[in-house]
């Protein structure tokens, strides 16, 4: 069963958004693993709390232009 996990900065996409990732990763791993793998394929999306992470040493926030409208 294909697995993809995917973090992004919290309110980072829109929920329309995350549902394109999900479908567009899906067909991604079926070209590889073949229509069989669709059905046992999961895509997770998590959504970590701004400020939550770390980059280069520094803690992480996404800047306003790039939230999600």
Do not use: C, W
């Not at 993809?4 to 549902?19: G, H, R």
């Not at 046992?40 to 232009?65: K, N, W």
């Amino acid at each position: 069963m294909p697995f993809v996990n995917i973090k992004t900065p919290e309110a980072a996409l829109t929920s329309d958004q995350k549902a394109e990732i999900g479908h567009r990763v899906t067909e991604m791993l079926v070209e590889y693993f073949s229509e069989a793998a669709r059905p046992h394929t999961m895509v997770l999306i998590e959504e970590v709390l701004d400020g939550g992470y770390y980059r280069a040493d520094e803690p992480f926030s996404i800047p306003e232009a790039y939230r999600a409208r």
